[in-house]
Every structure is written in structure tokens, then in C-alpha cells.
T-cell receptor, first 113, second 111 residues
Framework: DTAVSQTPKYLVTQMGNDKSIKCEQN?????MYWYKQDSKKFLKIMFS???????INETVPNRFSPKSPDKAHLNLHINSLELGDSAVYFC????????????FGPGTRLLVL | DAKTTQPNSMESNEEEPVHLPCNHS???????IHWYRQLPSQGPEYVIH???SNVNNRMASLAIAEDRKSSTLILHRATLRDAAVYYC????????????FGTGTLLAVQP
């Protein structure tokens, strides 16, 4: 069983389009995250949700909007995609908001043309 | 979160031990030392963490200096599947649970 899954695995799209990435975890965790890994392999947190409530919101353009329909899901919607959005996006989850082990998904490779 | 310093890359031979160093001279008393690794084309995965005492688990050992200003991740017998980027991250016990990744150490394992 996959603990943290993401769909799609690959996403190729044109500039200006709107796209969504989905994340699901079956670990029973109440906290989920989105990280972005750029072309230089630098990993940076974007958002975190705890019990469907936003608790971390780094300086991310407002074209990025996370949505958590329930504790097991955290989706990322991106409006008006730009070339610089090309990256690998990782979802993660943990039990609680304190210093807990995070479990990462396999990543979604987004390429904006 | 306090800063960590790691070598950009290291090389090891298969089935030999590997010692991956991390310096964290500005560590505070409540900072935990966490290690994650990222295998090629995969998401990061947790390896081990500790506060003051040395720690062992099925993946690795963590040796923490007495003054806590440095630590070493020890892979006892490197395999080809251990080739990855290893990240040493300080986590404050009272902070929100966000991981701040540095550049890590790229470990190459030669057969």
C-alpha cells in the first residue's frame, strides 16, 4: 500500500493554463504539506495543513491555492502557470504539527512550456 | 532554525562503512538533529534523529558530539541503494513542523 500518493506523476502543460495536483495519504495523519524542488534540486516548503486548516503559508504567489477537503487529502491548484513553476512538487504528511517524522510522496514533475 | 553545513559530495565503496558529517555550531538546546535522504527520482525519506545521545535504527546510526555542535550519520555497510542526497536538518522542539532543507551531501557508492 502506498502511504502518500500523488497524481499525476508527470504533468506537461502550456503557460497560462490552470492545473491541479492531488495528494492522498492513508497513514491516518492529520497534517499535510506541499514542498517544491526546483531545477537546482533545492527543496522548499510551500504550505502545511493541520486538520484541514492552513498553518504554514510561505511566500508563495497567490496563483498557488492549496485545498484540503479532508484530513487525508491535500490538493494544489495552480492558476496561470508560468515557466518558473516548472519543478517537482512533493506532498508529505505527519502525525501532528510538532517535530514529527514526515512521509513524502513520490513527487509530481511539472513542466510548463 | 539553525544552519547546518555538510560536504557537497562524498564517495564510498560498496559494503564499507560511510560517515557523513554535519556541522551545526549554532544549535540550540531544544534543537533536534534530523537526517533525511532523497534517492534519485524519489521523495525524501526519514533516516534517523536524535537530541543528545547517540541513536541507532535499522537504517543507520547517529553519533552526536558531546557539545552537540556536530554530528555524524553512519551507514554501517553501504549498498548501491544507499546512493542518495543526505540532508542534516535541525528541528526546534517547539517550532512548527516544517523541514528546512539545505543542499545536503550527495553520496556516491561504487561497486
Amino acid at each position: 500500500d502506498t502511504a502518500v500518493s500523488q497524481t499525476p506523476k508527470y504533468l506537461v502543460t502550456q503557460m497560462g493554463n490552470d492545473k491541479s495536483i492531488k495528494c492522498e495519504q492513508n497513514l491516518g495523519h492529520d497534517t499535510m504539506y506541499w514542498y517544491k524542488q526546483d531545477s537546482k534540486k533545492f527543496l522548499k516548503i510551500m504550505f502545511s495543513y493541520n486538520n484541514k486548516e492552513l498553518i504554514i503559508n510561505e511566500t508563495v504567489p497567490n496563483r498557488f491555492s492549496p485545498k484540503s477537503p479532508d484530513k487525508a487529502h491535500l490538493n494544489l491548484h495552480i492558476n496561470s502557470l508560468e515557466l518558473g513553476d516548472s519543478a517537482v512538487y512533493f506532498c508529505a504528511s505527519s502525525a501532528g504539527t510538532a517535530v514529527r517524522t514526515q512521509y513524502f510522496g513520490p513527487g509530481t514533475r511539472l513542466l510548463v512550456l | 532554525d539553525a544552519k547546518t553545513t555538510q560536504p557537497n559530495s562524498m564517495e564510498s565503496n560498496e559494503e564499507e562503512p560511510v560517515h557523513l558529517p554535519c556541522n551545526h555550531s549554532t544549535i540550540s538546546g531544544t534543537d533536534y538533529i534530523h537526517w533525511y535522504r532523497q534517492l534519485p527520482s524519489q521523495g525524501p525519506e526519514y533516516v534517523i534523529h536524535g537530541l543528545t545521545s547517540n541513536v541507532n535504527n535499522r537504517m543507520a546510526s547517529l553519533a552526536i558530539a558531546e557539545d552537540r555542535k556536530s554530528s555524524t550519520l553512519i551507514l554501517h555497510r553501504a549498498t548501491l541503494r544507499d546512493a542518495a542526497v543526505y540532508y542534516c536538518i535541525l528541528r526546534n522542539g517547539g517550532a512548527t513542523n516544517k523541514l528546512i532543507f539545505g543542499t545536503g551531501t550527495l553520496l556516491a557508492v561504487q561497486p
